[in-house]
């Protein structure tokens, strides 16, 4: 009687270790269900789950950020694939110390500092920046003085173009500034330039009303028939926004 009361002893005690045991094993899948991240799909669920659960606990941080990296390069609503922002601090650091420097004197119309940097002799100051090209900076900014001491520089493009096919030419009259597109006109920049949209200096002189800056057109023999994409001339434009006694 003593040993069959000591086997039942062990049958039920071990019983109770293995309910006790299944118990903590439903606990911790839970505790893992818990603490799995939302932005996992069942998919991305299942690849982690191969191996064995030793495997999964030890996946390394590079993994997962890899896979929030393939999470993150998905296309949005729209169709476009968000850049990071890893991208545009290249760009913003891809200029010279030297280059950054033109570009502040340049946006600040500090003359005297764009020529000790050496941009009228002998530096290229040709290249891009976030806010374009130097001359295209000058040409928006609207300095007369200014664009006549960078047109001095023997490398200087004058008919250099954004990506948009813009020169600074038709930058200077979509700002109004009519003094600076005769200097650049005067040194043979091309005139007769447009946007996507064929839209030439004279319908944007029109669209914004630069009575001085049709006039000036008008006067040096400016083409009035050429027409946009919708088949607008400037004369049309012109009539439209109650400006068409300039031309």
């Known amino acids: ?57 030890g996946a390394t941080q590079g993994s997962l950020i890899s896979l929030l990296a393939d999470s993150d390069s998905e296309e949005d609503t729209d169709g476009i694939v968000p850049l990071p922002a890893d991208v545009y601090k290249v760009k913003r650091s891809s200029l010279t110390k030297l280059q950054e420097e033109l570009i502040h004197s340049i946006e600040s119309m500090n003359l005297h500092y764009f020529v000790d940097l050496g941009g009228v002799t002998y530096y290229d100051i040709n290249f891009e920046s976030k806010n374009g090209f130097p001359l295209k900076i000058a040409a928006a900014k609207g300095s007369e003085q200014f664009v006549c001491l960078m047109l001095e520089n023997k490398m200087i493009e004058v008919n250099k173009k954004d990506k948009d096919g813009l020169n600074s030419f038709w930058i200077a009259c979509r700002f109004g500034h009519g003094n600076v597109m005769r200097v650049l006109s005067e040194k043979g920049s091309d005139v007769l330039v447009s946007d996507s949209k064929n839209n030439n200096v004279l319908h944007i002189a029109s669209k914004y009303k630069y009575r001085n800056i049709i006039e000036m057109l008008v006067k040096s023999k400016f083409p009035l028939d050429l027409k946009t994409t919708d088949g607008d001339t400037a004369v049309h434009i012109a009539a439209q926004k109650g400006n068409l006694a300039a031309i």
């Open 1 to 57: 009687m003593l040993r069959v009361g000591f086997i039942k002893f062990i049958i039920i005690s071990e019983y109770k270790m293995l309910l006790i045991s299944e118990g903590q094993e439903e606990d911790s899948v839970d505790e893992q269900k818990n603490q799995q991240p939302p932005l996992f799909s069942s998919d991305t669920e299942s690849s982690l789950m191969l191996g064995t659960q030793h495997d999964m606990m």
